[in-house]
């Protein structure tokens, strides 16, 4: 008797299934400078991340109403609708689409933690590629565990100015 080395599908036993199991995570990119968008999208898709990309908040709340995203990248120094402001309106909306804000310059005020509607971790710019990875992964890994996290702070803010801002939104 020949043996056939064959699932019950009919699809050899060692090949890979036709379809995945587990779809990659999609990942919402907004930033206004092109080649920063195009690095970041390189970088997420080179690590298994689905990457969509925006280049102002209009488009970006377009996208985010019409699709799901598992987590959203956003400069908050964008022109047409500021990423901090689109932020809010989302929240307001019940959007509740996981957020990193990618920030030029820390704020230079002391903010209120209300005004920082549930914006999971903080990227400031300058930041490497190792540490948006990090960051993305972290951010991620907490949300699909269900845990409640507090703001985190950039692992490149190492100013006493910085330190200040941060312990004040964690309060």
Known sequence: ??????????????????????????????????????????VLRGSGYQVDTAENGLVAMHLLNSGHHDLLIIEDELSMVPGLELVKELRYQDIMVPVILLLGTPPTKVSNRNLWPQI???????????????????????????????????????????????????M
């Open 1 to 42: 008797m020949k043996a056939y080395n064959n699932s019950r599908t009919g699809w050899p036993a060692k090949a890979a299934l036709p379809c995945p199991t587990n779809p990659p995570q999609r990942i919402l990119v907004v930033e206004e400078e092109p080649d920063i968008r195009r690095l970041n999208t390189e």
């Open 120 to 170: 999971q971790a903080i990227l400031l710019k300058p930041y490497t590629i190792a540490e948006l990875i990090r960051t993305v992964k972290e951010v991620l890994r907490a949300v699909g565990s269900g845990a409640s996290f507090q703001f985190a702070p950039p692992a490149n803010w190492q100013s006493p100015v910085c330190s200040r801002w941060v312990t004040a939104l964690n």
